[in-house]
């Protein structure tokens, strides 16, 4: 969350810079993840938002990646309420129905606009 009391001076930047992400590069490298794909959750929001929001699950037809749909459109950060989850599993939804090259590499270039604007990492 916004002002957490435990994150210190180097890790509020690396997280505003997103350099934080930089470590799954070696899960894409693995197979394990892709350059783009819907993020990852934790696994006890999966069980939490599975019973909420209608094929939440779906969003696990493909890989997770590092960014994505829902990242560049602004649905990145901390979901305070289930109708942001729903806003950001229905971008997952849409680019897991609408997956092209062309797609990602416009996720990937918006991508670099989010990071150096990062207005919702914290």
Known sequence: TRDDPR?????????ASSIDELP???NVLRGDMSLVGP?????SMNAEYAAQI????????IKPGITGWAQVNDARGE????????????????YVDNWS??????????????V???KNAY
């Open 116 to 118: 150096l604007f990062h």
């Open 79 to 94: 979901t305070r309420s289930i109708e942001d989850m729903r806003r950001r599993v229905a971008y997952d939804l849409a």
């Open 7 to 15: 994150i210190t001076r180097i890790g509020r930047f690396l997280r």
């Open 54 to 61: 209608d094929d939440y699950l779906a969003r696990h037809k």
């Open 101 to 114: 090259l062309w797609l990602d590499l416009q996720i990937l270039l918006r991508t670099a606009t989010v």
């Open 39 to 43: 993020r990852p959750h934790a696994v």
């Open 24 to 26: 799954q590069l070696f």
